[in-house]
C-alpha cells in the first residue's frame, strides 16, 4: 500500500502562482510513477502531469505545458507540482496518485490516490 497526501491548494487570482506537494508513505518501493489530475464540478477526472519516479521522464497535458512544472524529491518521497500563469479554468480539486507500471497519462494506470486539494483560481 501507499498513501499519499496533497497540500498547497488555495485560492488565487488569475496569473497567479501555486505550488501544490505530494508526500509519499508505505511501499513506495514499488512506485514507478507519480501523476497529478484534477476534477472540475461536473466534469471527469482529467490528467494534468505524471513523472516517472526515477526523474527521467515527465508528462504534460497539452492544456498546461508551459505553466506547470512537475518534479520530485526522491529523498523526501514528495512529489511537486507548479503551477504558473493559472487561469479559472484551472480551478478544481486536484489529485495525487502512484502508478506502478505503465501508462501513466491515463486515469486506469494509478492505483493510488490521495484526497485532493482544491485549487481555485478567480477571474
Known amino acids: 500500500q501507499v498513501q499519499l497526501v496533497e497540500s498547497g491548494g488555495g485560492l488565487v487570482q488569475a496569473g497567479g502562482s501555486l505550488r501544490l506537494s505530494c508526500v509519499a508513505s508505505?511501499?513506495?518501493?514499488?512506485?514507478?510513477?507519480m501523476g497529478w489530475f484534477r476534477q472540475a464540478p461536473g466534469q471527469e477526472r482529467e490528467f494534468v502531469a505524471a513523472i516517472t519516479w526515477s526523474g527521467t521522464s515527465t508528462y504534460y497535458a497539452d492544456s498546461v505545458k508551459g505553466r506547470f512544472t512537475i518534479s520530485r524529491d526522491y529523498a523526501k518521497s514528495t512529489v511537486s507540482l507548479q503551477m504558473n500563469s493559472l487561469k479559472p479554468e484551472d480551478t478544481a480539486v486536484y489529485y495525487c496518485a502512484a502508478a506502478e507500471s505503465p501508462p501513466i497519462v491515463i486515469l486506469s494506470g494509478y492505483r493510488y490516490w490521495g484526497q485532493g486539494t482544491q485549487v481555485t483560481v478567480s477571474s
Open positions: 508505505g511501499r513506495t518501493s514499488s512506485t514507478y510513477a
